[in-house]
């Protein structure tokens, strides 16, 4: 059984598009995140939430918009999209309230290309 | 701000020889340390982390890790690798008070036969 989980594995479109990136974790974990990495691995964080609540805002276009209906998902929008946003995008959980020991738990990560 | 360094990005390594992979940070406060693998194609998965008590941590598949405050590290180790412990390692560190997990640049490696 799948802990963490993304859809889609991955996703090639056209600058100027609009996608969306769904992520389910079954763990009953409290926190959930979105990471992305670049081209040369380097991995930051864009957001968590905690029980649906926003919790860490990055820097981030505010063309990135997530949302968490229920505390198990956590899906990430892209308007606009530009070639820059290509990168792998992992969504990650952990147990409770997200504190500084906690482990997460990522998902498989999605491929984004933007042509 | 914390911060932290992989000293190597790549690290190749024959099959039953030990690996070390280096990481420093900067913190003006504690913080905890992790270290995290991700396999071609995959997601990441913690191997070991440092929350406090003794400095040298044992984690999964042989791998341990000794801090060291005084020179800001947090090396990782394994003794004799196998084939299957080609991938990417990622350190990384969370301020005692913080929420905000922060990731090295990486280190890839790769072990040859």
């Known amino acids: 059984d799948t802990a963490v989980s993304q859809t889609p594995k991955y996703l090639v479109t056209q600058m100027g598009n609009d996608k969306s990136i769904k992520c389910e974790q079954n763990?009953?974990?409290?926190?959930m995140y979105w990471y992305k990495q670049d081209s040369k691995k380097f991995l930051k964080i864009m957001f968590s939430?905690?029980?649906?609540?926003?919790?860490i805002n990055e820097t981030v276009p505010n063309r990135f918009s997530p949302k968490s209906p229920d505390k198990a998902h956590l899906n990430l929008h892209i308007n606009s999209l530009e070639l820059g946003d290509s990168a792998v995008y992992f969504c990650?959980?952990?147990?409770?309230?997200?504190?500084?020991?906690?482990?997460?738990?990522f998902g498989p990560g999605t491929r984004l290309l933007v042509l | 701000a914390q911060s932290v360094t992989q000293l190597d990005s790549q690290v190749p390594v024959f099959e039953e020889a030990p690996v070390e992979l280096r990481c420093n940070y900067s913190?003006?406060?504690?913080?905890?340390l992790f270290w995290y693998v991700q396999y071609p194609n995959q997601g990441l998965q913690l191997l070991l982390k440092y929350l406090s008590g003794s400095t040298l941590v044992k984690g999964i598949n042989g791998f341990e890790a000794e801090f060291n405050k005084s020179q800001t590290s947090f090396h990782l180790r394994k003794p004799s690798v196998h084939i299957s412990d080609t991938a990417e390692y990622f350190c990384?560190?969370?301020?005692?008070?913080?929420?905000?997990?922060?990731f090295g640049g990486g280190t890839r490696v790769l072990v040859k036969p």
């Open positions: 763990l009953g974990h409290d926190t």
């Open positions: 990384a560190v969370n301020k005692a008070a913080g929420n905000k997990l922060t």
């Open positions: 990650a959980s952990s147990q409770d309230a997200g504190g500084p020991q906690e482990t997460q738990y």
């Open positions: 939430y905690n029980n649906k609540e926003l919790i």
């Open positions: 913190s003006s406060v504690s913080v905890y």
